[in-house]
């Protein structure tokens, strides 16, 4: 996270207003909750991880079983179970 003065985007009047409540500290000024992304949507790694999961799925309905599974996926088996079992 790069930091940026507040003199070179706020206005003089907000720096003002600003500076009443704290002065000299860093402060972070969180993003609305509508500009939230979910984890991994900016990387891809949430897609892969879906396809993935989709793909997992599909192997067990078609009979793998859940140490194939494992084994292929380099996951343990519980955590084959809780892709399997969800919805």
């Known amino acids: 996270m790069a930091y940026v ?3 070179a985007i706020l206005p ?3 720096i ?3 500076q009443k409540y704290v002065q000299g500290e860093t402060i972070y000024i969180p993003k609305l ?3 939230y992304q979910k984890w991994g949507m900016r990387s891809g790694s949430r897609k892969k991880l879906d396809e993935r999961n989709t793909a997992i799925k599909l192997a067990f309905k078609q009979g793998r079983t859940i140490e ?3 084994d292929q996926y380099y996951l343990s088996p519980e955590t ?5 079992y969800s919805k």
Request: proline letters at 0%; a negative charge.
């Open 5 to 7: 003065k507040a003199t």
């Open 68 to 70: 194939q599974l494992a």
């Open 12 to 14: 003089e009047e907000l």
């Open 33 to 35: 909750e509508d500009s």
């Open 16 to 18: 003002s207003e600003i």
């Open 80 to 84: 084959i179970k809780k892709i399997v």
